[in-house]
Protein backbone atom coordinates (compact mmCIF):
# COMPACT_ATOMS: atom_id res chain seq x y z
CA UNK A 1 0.00 0.00 0.00
CA UNK A 2 1.41 3.50 -0.73
CA UNK A 3 1.54 6.32 1.82
CA UNK A 4 -1.15 7.89 0.23
CA UNK A 5 -3.74 5.45 0.28
CA UNK A 6 -2.65 4.50 3.80
CA UNK A 7 -3.57 7.98 4.96
CA UNK A 8 -7.26 6.73 3.74
CA UNK A 9 -7.31 4.82 6.66
CA UNK A 10 -7.94 7.71 9.22
CA UNK A 11 -8.40 10.17 6.23
CA UNK A 12 -6.25 13.34 5.96
CA UNK A 13 -6.01 14.13 2.61
CA UNK A 14 -7.70 17.32 2.89
CA UNK A 15 -7.55 20.24 5.23
CA UNK A 16 -10.70 18.89 7.20
CA UNK A 17 -8.21 15.48 8.22
CA UNK A 18 -12.05 14.27 9.57
CA UNK A 19 -10.15 10.84 10.18
CA UNK A 20 -12.59 8.83 8.76
CA UNK A 21 -11.44 4.81 8.02
CA UNK A 22 -12.41 5.06 4.45
CA UNK A 23 -10.46 1.71 3.71
CA UNK A 24 -12.80 0.10 5.20
CA UNK A 25 -15.40 1.84 3.78
CA UNK A 26 -17.06 4.20 6.00
CA UNK A 27 -17.38 7.81 4.39
CA UNK A 28 -15.65 11.27 4.87
CA UNK A 29 -17.43 14.52 5.03
CA UNK A 30 -16.81 14.99 1.50
CA UNK A 31 -19.25 11.86 0.95
CA UNK A 32 -16.10 9.36 -0.87
CA UNK A 33 -15.06 6.26 0.54
CA UNK A 34 -13.16 3.92 -0.63
CA UNK A 35 -13.73 3.84 -4.45
CA UNK A 36 -13.26 6.92 -6.79
CA UNK A 37 -16.97 7.96 -7.90
CA UNK A 38 -16.91 10.02 -11.38
CA UNK A 39 -20.39 11.41 -12.92
CA UNK A 40 -19.04 12.43 -16.73
CA UNK A 41 -16.19 12.99 -18.69
CA UNK A 42 -15.70 14.01 -22.06
CA UNK A 43 -14.49 17.22 -24.06
CA UNK A 44 -15.49 20.26 -22.45
CA UNK A 45 -15.29 24.14 -23.93
CA UNK A 46 -16.15 25.92 -20.74
CA UNK A 47 -12.52 27.08 -19.56
CA UNK A 48 -9.68 29.51 -20.32
CA UNK A 49 -8.80 29.53 -23.57
CA UNK A 50 -5.59 27.59 -23.19
CA UNK A 51 -7.37 25.21 -21.38
CA UNK A 52 -9.87 24.70 -23.80
CA UNK A 53 -8.21 24.93 -27.08
CA UNK A 54 -10.03 23.83 -30.64
CA UNK A 55 -11.36 19.98 -28.84
CA UNK A 56 -11.62 20.68 -26.05
CA UNK A 57 -10.32 20.27 -22.59
CA UNK A 58 -10.65 16.32 -21.22
CA UNK A 59 -12.92 16.92 -18.40
CA UNK A 60 -13.47 14.17 -15.20
CA UNK A 61 -16.08 15.08 -13.23
CA UNK A 62 -15.57 13.48 -9.78
CA UNK A 63 -18.25 13.17 -7.52
CA UNK A 64 -18.41 14.60 -3.92
CA UNK A 65 -16.40 17.82 -2.54
CA UNK A 66 -14.87 18.77 0.61
CA UNK A 67 -16.47 22.00 0.98
CA UNK A 68 -20.16 22.09 0.54
CA UNK A 69 -20.87 25.43 -1.13
CA UNK A 70 -24.55 27.02 -0.34
CA UNK A 71 -24.27 27.83 -4.03
CA UNK A 72 -22.52 25.12 -5.85
CA UNK A 73 -23.88 24.80 -9.55
CA UNK A 74 -22.42 21.18 -9.20
CA UNK A 75 -24.62 20.20 -6.01
CA UNK A 76 -26.22 17.18 -7.94
CA UNK A 77 -22.43 15.52 -8.04
CA UNK A 78 -20.78 17.66 -4.89
CA UNK A 79 -23.43 17.40 -2.40
CA UNK A 80 -25.72 14.58 -3.74
CA UNK A 81 -22.86 12.46 -4.90
CA UNK A 82 -24.32 10.71 -8.14
CA UNK A 83 -22.17 9.15 -10.26
CA UNK A 84 -20.52 5.75 -10.44
CA UNK A 85 -17.26 4.14 -9.17
CA UNK A 86 -14.03 3.24 -10.86
CA UNK A 87 -11.21 1.86 -10.05
CA UNK A 88 -7.23 3.30 -11.34
CA UNK A 89 -7.31 1.18 -14.14
CA UNK A 90 -11.00 2.12 -15.23
CA UNK A 91 -9.71 5.73 -14.93
CA UNK A 92 -6.25 5.20 -16.68
CA UNK A 93 -8.42 3.88 -19.72
CA UNK A 94 -11.07 7.20 -19.56
CA UNK A 95 -7.97 8.86 -20.11
CA UNK A 96 -6.98 7.08 -22.75
CA UNK A 97 -10.30 7.28 -24.50
CA UNK A 98 -10.19 11.38 -23.92
CA UNK A 99 -6.82 11.68 -25.83
CA UNK A 100 -9.11 9.60 -28.94
CA UNK A 101 -11.62 12.41 -28.59
CA UNK A 102 -8.55 14.69 -29.35
CA UNK A 103 -8.81 16.31 -26.01
CA UNK A 104 -5.73 18.87 -24.95
CA UNK A 105 -5.43 17.47 -21.76
CA UNK A 106 -7.06 16.08 -18.84
CA UNK A 107 -9.07 17.97 -16.59
CA UNK A 108 -9.64 16.56 -13.24
CA UNK A 109 -12.66 18.61 -11.73
CA UNK A 110 -13.08 18.30 -8.14
CA UNK A 111 -10.41 15.34 -7.21
CA UNK A 112 -8.99 16.70 -3.87
CA UNK A 113 -10.86 13.43 -2.09
CA UNK A 114 -9.09 10.83 -4.68
CA UNK A 115 -5.34 12.45 -4.84
CA UNK A 116 -3.52 8.80 -3.88
CA UNK A 117 -5.10 7.05 -6.35
CA UNK A 118 -4.92 9.62 -9.10
CA UNK A 119 -0.87 10.00 -8.51
CA UNK A 120 -1.33 6.11 -9.47
CA UNK A 121 -3.40 6.33 -12.35
CA UNK A 122 -1.35 9.57 -13.67
CA UNK A 123 2.15 7.49 -13.44
CA UNK A 124 0.44 4.76 -15.28
CA UNK A 125 -0.89 6.74 -18.11
CA UNK A 126 2.79 8.54 -18.30
CA UNK A 127 4.31 5.62 -18.44
CA UNK A 128 2.29 4.41 -21.17
CA UNK A 129 2.92 7.23 -23.13
CA UNK A 130 -0.36 9.24 -22.94
CA UNK A 131 2.02 12.57 -23.35
CA UNK A 132 -1.43 14.85 -22.26
CA UNK A 133 -1.02 17.65 -19.25
CA UNK A 134 -2.96 17.02 -16.39
CA UNK A 135 -4.91 19.36 -15.35
CA UNK A 136 -5.53 19.61 -11.18
CA UNK A 137 -8.96 21.73 -11.20
CA UNK A 138 -9.56 21.74 -7.63
CA UNK A 139 -11.50 24.18 -4.77
CA UNK A 140 -7.82 24.97 -3.23
CA UNK A 141 -8.96 23.25 0.07
CA UNK A 142 -6.32 21.10 -0.50
CA UNK A 143 -3.50 19.34 1.87
CA UNK A 144 -0.22 20.33 0.99
CA UNK A 145 1.24 17.03 2.01
CA UNK A 146 -1.32 15.25 -0.69
CA UNK A 147 -0.06 17.91 -3.36
CA UNK A 148 3.53 16.97 -2.89
CA UNK A 149 3.07 13.29 -3.64
CA UNK A 150 1.54 14.49 -7.36
CA UNK A 151 4.83 16.42 -8.02
CA UNK A 152 6.11 15.69 -11.23
CA UNK A 153 2.62 14.13 -12.17
CA UNK A 154 0.55 17.61 -12.76
CA UNK A 155 1.35 19.66 -15.26
CA UNK A 156 -1.12 22.90 -15.00
CA UNK A 157 -2.79 23.84 -11.51
CA UNK A 158 -6.18 25.61 -11.98
CA UNK A 159 -7.28 26.34 -8.16
CA UNK A 160 -10.38 28.58 -7.42
CA UNK A 161 -9.32 31.09 -4.49
CA UNK A 162 -12.96 31.44 -2.96
CA UNK A 163 -12.51 33.80 -0.29
CA UNK A 164 -10.28 36.22 1.40
CA UNK A 165 -12.37 35.33 4.83
CA UNK A 166 -12.67 32.27 6.64
CA UNK A 167 -15.95 33.43 8.80
CA UNK A 168 -17.43 33.52 5.31
CA UNK A 169 -16.17 29.99 3.76
CA UNK A 170 -17.42 28.89 7.22
CA UNK A 171 -21.36 30.01 6.34
CA UNK A 172 -21.21 29.86 2.86
CA UNK A 173 -18.74 26.43 2.29
CA UNK A 174 -19.21 24.84 5.29
CA UNK A 175 -15.21 25.19 6.02
CA UNK A 176 -15.65 25.29 9.49
CA UNK A 177 -13.90 22.12 11.23
CA UNK A 178 -10.50 22.66 9.40
CA UNK A 179 -8.15 24.86 8.40
CA UNK A 180 -9.39 27.99 7.69
CA UNK A 181 -10.26 28.16 4.28
CA UNK A 182 -7.81 31.14 3.17
CA UNK A 183 -5.25 29.85 5.22
CA UNK A 184 -5.50 26.37 4.00
CA UNK A 185 -6.21 27.58 0.29
CA UNK A 186 -2.29 30.17 0.33
CA UNK A 187 -0.72 27.44 2.04
CA UNK A 188 -2.13 25.18 -1.31
CA UNK A 189 -1.76 27.68 -3.93
CA UNK A 190 2.08 28.21 -3.10
CA UNK A 191 2.83 24.68 -2.97
CA UNK A 192 1.29 24.16 -7.00
CA UNK A 193 3.51 27.24 -7.83
CA UNK A 194 6.65 26.10 -6.29
CA UNK A 195 5.93 22.84 -8.73
CA UNK A 196 4.61 24.09 -11.94
CA UNK A 197 5.44 27.86 -11.97
CA UNK A 198 3.94 30.72 -14.38
CA UNK A 199 1.76 29.45 -17.16
CA UNK A 200 3.59 28.49 -20.34
CA UNK A 201 1.63 28.33 -23.74
CA UNK A 202 2.69 26.90 -27.09
CA UNK A 203 0.59 27.06 -30.12
CA UNK A 204 -2.32 28.82 -28.03
CA UNK A 205 -2.45 25.51 -25.21
CA UNK A 206 -1.25 25.48 -22.01
CA UNK A 207 1.47 23.10 -20.95
CA UNK A 208 2.42 23.74 -17.69
CA UNK A 209 1.72 26.48 -14.74
CA UNK A 210 -0.91 27.84 -13.08
CA UNK A 211 -4.28 29.65 -13.33
CA UNK A 212 -5.72 31.69 -10.23
CA UNK A 213 -9.70 31.94 -10.64
CA UNK A 214 -11.65 33.43 -8.26
CA UNK A 215 -15.75 33.77 -8.42
CA UNK A 216 -16.75 37.43 -8.20
CA UNK A 217 -19.68 37.09 -5.65
CA UNK A 218 -22.95 39.92 -4.99
CA UNK A 219 -22.27 42.21 -2.47
CA UNK A 220 -18.04 41.44 -2.53
CA UNK A 221 -18.72 38.53 -0.28
CA UNK A 222 -15.38 37.29 -1.60
CA UNK A 223 -13.22 39.82 -1.01
CA UNK A 224 -11.93 39.62 -4.42
CA UNK A 225 -9.81 43.01 -3.94
CA UNK A 226 -7.87 40.65 -0.58
CA UNK A 227 -7.50 37.95 -2.91
CA UNK A 228 -5.94 39.72 -5.65
CA UNK A 229 -3.62 41.39 -3.08
CA UNK A 230 -2.52 38.08 -1.75
CA UNK A 231 -2.20 36.75 -5.53
CA UNK A 232 0.26 39.90 -6.13
CA UNK A 233 2.17 39.96 -3.41
CA UNK A 234 2.43 35.47 -2.77
CA UNK A 235 2.68 34.58 -6.27
CA UNK A 236 3.51 38.00 -8.77
CA UNK A 237 1.45 40.34 -10.73
CA UNK A 238 2.73 37.73 -13.65
CA UNK A 239 0.21 35.19 -12.70
CA UNK A 240 -2.71 34.32 -14.71
CA UNK A 241 -6.43 34.95 -13.01
CA UNK A 242 -9.66 33.63 -14.28
CA UNK A 243 -12.36 36.25 -13.06
CA UNK A 244 -15.18 34.32 -13.41
CA UNK A 245 -18.67 36.43 -13.53
CA UNK A 246 -20.79 33.11 -13.66
CA UNK A 247 -22.39 33.26 -10.39
CA UNK A 248 -26.29 32.16 -10.32
CA UNK A 249 -28.52 31.82 -6.79
CA UNK A 250 -28.13 27.96 -7.34
CA UNK A 251 -28.97 25.47 -5.40
CA UNK A 252 -29.52 26.80 -1.79
CA UNK A 253 -28.50 30.37 -2.06
CA UNK A 254 -32.06 31.61 -2.29
CA UNK A 255 -32.15 30.99 1.50
CA UNK A 256 -29.32 33.65 1.75
CA UNK A 257 -30.84 37.72 0.87
CA UNK A 258 -27.22 38.34 -0.18
CA UNK A 259 -26.68 35.55 -2.27
CA UNK A 260 -30.35 35.62 -3.93
CA UNK A 261 -29.24 37.70 -7.25
CA UNK A 262 -26.11 37.35 -9.85
CA UNK A 263 -23.26 39.79 -10.08
CA UNK A 264 -24.08 43.23 -11.41
CA UNK A 265 -22.22 44.57 -14.53
CA UNK A 266 -20.29 47.38 -11.78
CA UNK A 267 -19.59 44.58 -9.49
CA UNK A 268 -17.61 42.33 -11.48
CA UNK A 269 -16.25 45.60 -13.85
CA UNK A 270 -14.92 47.13 -10.32
CA UNK A 271 -12.76 43.91 -9.76
CA UNK A 272 -11.16 43.74 -13.49
CA UNK A 273 -10.38 47.99 -12.56
CA UNK A 274 -8.62 46.44 -9.73
CA UNK A 275 -6.65 44.20 -10.86
CA UNK A 276 -5.96 46.61 -13.92
CA UNK A 277 -5.00 49.21 -11.59
CA UNK A 278 -2.80 46.57 -9.56
CA UNK A 279 -0.66 46.07 -12.65
CA UNK A 280 -2.07 42.64 -13.67
CA UNK A 281 -2.32 42.13 -17.23
CA UNK A 282 -2.75 38.32 -17.73
CA UNK A 283 -6.27 37.77 -17.20
CA UNK A 284 -9.38 35.58 -18.38
CA UNK A 285 -12.76 37.82 -18.17
CA UNK A 286 -15.86 36.60 -18.90
CA UNK A 287 -19.42 37.91 -20.57
CA UNK A 288 -21.91 37.98 -17.64
CA UNK A 289 -24.54 36.93 -20.08
CA UNK A 290 -22.56 33.52 -20.44
CA UNK A 291 -23.26 32.30 -16.89
CA UNK A 292 -26.38 30.07 -17.48
CA UNK A 293 -24.23 28.53 -20.21
CA UNK A 294 -21.94 27.63 -17.53
CA UNK A 295 -24.85 25.35 -15.51
CA UNK A 296 -24.83 21.58 -16.08
CA UNK A 297 -27.50 18.86 -15.34
CA UNK A 298 -25.62 15.98 -14.68
CA UNK A 299 -28.71 13.68 -15.00
CA UNK A 300 -28.57 14.16 -18.81
CA UNK A 301 -26.13 11.92 -20.49
CA UNK A 302 -24.56 15.56 -22.00
CA UNK A 303 -24.66 17.64 -18.78
CA UNK A 304 -23.65 21.11 -20.36
CA UNK A 305 -26.04 20.27 -23.67
CA UNK A 306 -28.21 23.71 -23.44
CA UNK A 307 -31.96 22.98 -22.72
CA UNK A 308 -34.59 23.06 -25.16
CA UNK A 309 -37.27 22.85 -22.48
Sequence with gaps: ?????????????????????????????????REMMIAHYGPHFGEEPPITGDHGSGN???SHCNLRCVFCQNYQISHDGEGRPVDVDGLVRIFFALKEMR????NLVSPTPY??????????????????????????????????SLEGLIDIYLPDFKYSSGLIAAKLSHA?????????????????KRQVGDLVVEDGIAQRGIIVRHLVLPGGLAGSRQVIDWIGEGLGRSTWIGL???????????????????????????VIAYLVDNGFENVFVQELESAPLFVPDFGKERPFEESTG
Design 176 to 192: SDGAPYPDAAKSAILEM
Design 115 to 148: TPFLADAISQAKRRGLGLPFVYNTNAYDDVEALE
Design 244 to 270: MSQYLPLHRAGDYPVLARRIRPDEYDS
Design 60 to 62: IFF
Design 1 to 33: MNKGISRLSHCRICPRKCGADRLSGKKGFCGAG
Design 103 to 106: CHNI
